[in-house]
C-alpha cells in the first residue's frame, strides 16, 4: 500500500522535486503508451480504421512528447508546441478523420499517458498529490493542444472542401461540354469514384429563390453519401448542371430538364438536350423530370423563332386585330387541336354548342386563310399555338 507522503503544510519545492522524478519515469515509457492510445483510438473512433499505426504513430507520440514537456514546465505552450498542436490538426483533416474522432484520440492520449503516471508513480512509492499534480499540468496543456488542433482542422476541411467543389465543377463543366481528353477524364473520373463504362442522364436544373440546392442534389443521386459515387452536379450559369445514373422515380418539386443517357466521354449534346428540355418545360411552365424525347416536336416549335415569326404574322395577327372575338376563336382552335379535333369534346369543355365551335372555326380559317383539313395548315396552326404569346403584338 502507498501512503502518501504529501501534505497541505508541503512546499511547492518539494512537489516540482517529485514531479521531476515522474517525469524522468514516465518519459521512457512514451512509446508503449502511444502505441496503447493508437489501438485504442483504431479500435474505438471509426474515422481511425482506415489508417496504419505506422501513420498514426509518430503525432500521437509527438503529442505526447510535448505533453510532457509542459508538465515539466507548468507553462504555456510555446510557439513550437503551438504549431504541433496546428499540424496535427492539419494531419488529422488530411487523413480524413472526423473533429470528433480526432478530439476522442486526444481523450486517449491524455489517458493513457496519466495510467502511465500512475503506474510509474505507485513503482516509485510517489503519492496522489504528484499524479494530481502531473494530471492537471497535462489537461492544461491538453485543452490548449485540442483548441489550436480544432482551430486548424476546420480551417483545413474548408480549405479541402472549397478545392474539392472547385475541381468537381470543373469537372462537371469540361464533361458536359465535352472538353477533356480521353487521358484527363480517366484520370479526374477516377478521382471522384466514376464509372467510365456507366450509363448516366444529364440534368438541368431551375434554381429559383428558395429551392434547396443540397436536397436537390439529393433527390437526383449526387449529393455526397456511402457507398459508390451516382454522379456530379455544379452551378452552371446559376443552374444546377449534372448528370446521375440514379433519377428519382417519383415526383420532385422542382424543374429539371433530362437528356439521353450516355457514358462520361459522349454526355456534351445529351446535356445540350437537358437544356432544350428545361428550356421548355420553364416556357410550358411544366414541374418535376422532363425528359427531352418525351417532349417530341415541342423543343423546336418553341426555340425556332425564325420558323415561328412568319406564322404568327399569318395566323395570330389576324385574330388579335378582331379583339375579343378573337381571342375565343384562338382559344377554340387551341381546345381542338388539344382533344385531337373532336368537335363533341370540345363543345362540352367550352359549354357551349357543337354548331358554334364549328362557326368559330370556320371564321378561323377565313380571317388567316388556313384549312383545318390540310395536313400543312394544321401542323402550322399546332406549331405557332404552342408558344407563349407575344407580348409585342398586337
Known amino acids: 500500500m502507498v501512503v502518501d ?33 493508437v489501438a485504442r483510438m483504431v479500435a474505438e473512433a471509426l474515422s481511425y480504421r482506415d489508417h496504419t499505426v505506422e ?3 509518430p503525432v500521437v507520440l509527438g503529442n505526447l512528447v510535448a505533453g510532457l514537456a509542459a508538465a515539466s514546465h507548468s507553462e504555456p505552450a510555446t510557439p513550437d508546441q503551438i504549431e504541433l498542436f496546428r499540424e496535427a490538426g492539419h494531419t488529422r483533416a488530411l487523413q480524413a478523420v472526423s473533429v470528433d474522432d480526432m478530439l476522442h484520440g486526444w481523450r486517449i492520449g491524455l489517458d493513457e499517458l496519466r495510467a502511465t503516471a500512475r503506474r510509474q508513480a505507485h513503482e516509485l512509492g510517489l503519492g496522489d498529490s504528484v499524479v494530481l499534480a502531473f494530471t492537471d499540468r497535462c489537461l492544461a496543456w491538453a485543452d490548449q493542444g485540442m483548441l489550436e488542433s480544432t482551430a486548424e482542422h476546420r480551417r483545413t476541411e474548408l480549405d479541402l472542401a472549397r478545392r474539392e467543389q472547385h475541381l468537381r465543377g470543373n469537372l462537371v463543366r469540361q464533361i458536359l461540354i465535352g472538353t477533356p481528353s480521353a487521358g484527363e477524364l480517366r484520370i479526374q473520373a477516377l478521382a471522384f469514384g466514376l464509372d467510365l463504362a456507366e450509363l448516366y442522364v444529364p440534368f438541368r436544373v431551375s434554381v429559383p429563390s428558395g429551392l434547396d440546392v443540397r436536397a436537390a442534389e439529393r433527390q437526383l443521386g449526387v449529393a455526397d453519401s456511402a457507398g459508390p459515387r451516382r454522379g456530379l452536379a455544379a452551378l452552371i450559369d446559376g443552374d444546377l448542371a449534372g448528370f446521375s445514373c440514379r433519377l428519382p422515380r417519383a415526383d420532385v418539386d422542382f424543374v429539371a430538364g433530362l437528356g ?3 457514358t462520361l466521354d459522349a454526355l456534351a449534346h445529351p446535356y445540350a438536350l437537358a437544356s432544350r428540355a428545361l428550356d421548355a418545360a420553364l416556357r410550358l411552365g411544366l414541374s418535376g423530370l422532363v425528359d427531352f424525347d418525351q417532349l417530341g416536336l415541342l423543343p423546336a416549335a418553341l426555340s425556332d423563332d425564325d420558323v415561328a415569326r412568319p406564322l404568327e404574322e399569318t395566323i395570330l395577327r389576324p385574330l388579335r386585330r378582331s379583339g375579343a372575338a378573337g381571342d375565343v376563336i384562338l382559344e377554340t382552335v387551341r381546345r381542338y387541336l388539344a382533344n385531337d379535333r373532336r368537335l363533341n ?14 362557326n ?19 401542323v402550322e396552326t399546332w406549331w405557332v399555338l404552342q ?7 398586337p
Open 360 to 378: 368559330r372555326l370556320a371564321r378561323f380559317e377565313q380571317l388567316t386563310g388556313r384549312d383545318l383539313h390540310r395536313t400543312p395548315d394544321l
Open 55 to 57: 501513420e498514426l504513430r
Open 260 to 262: 439521353p443517357a450516355a
Open 387 to 393: 408558344r407563349p404569346p407575344r407580348q409585342d403584338m
Open 5 to 37: 507522503i504529501y501534505s497541505s503544510a508541503m512546499g511547492p519545492a518539494s512537489l516540482e522535486v517529485d514531479l521531476a522524478i515522474l517525469i524522468d519515469a514516465v518519459r521512457p515509457q512514451l512509446p508503449e503508451t502511444a502505441d496503447r492510445a
Open 345 to 358: 369534346q370540345t363543345a362540352g369543355e367550352m359549354h357551349t354548342h357543337v354548331n358554334t365551335i364549328r
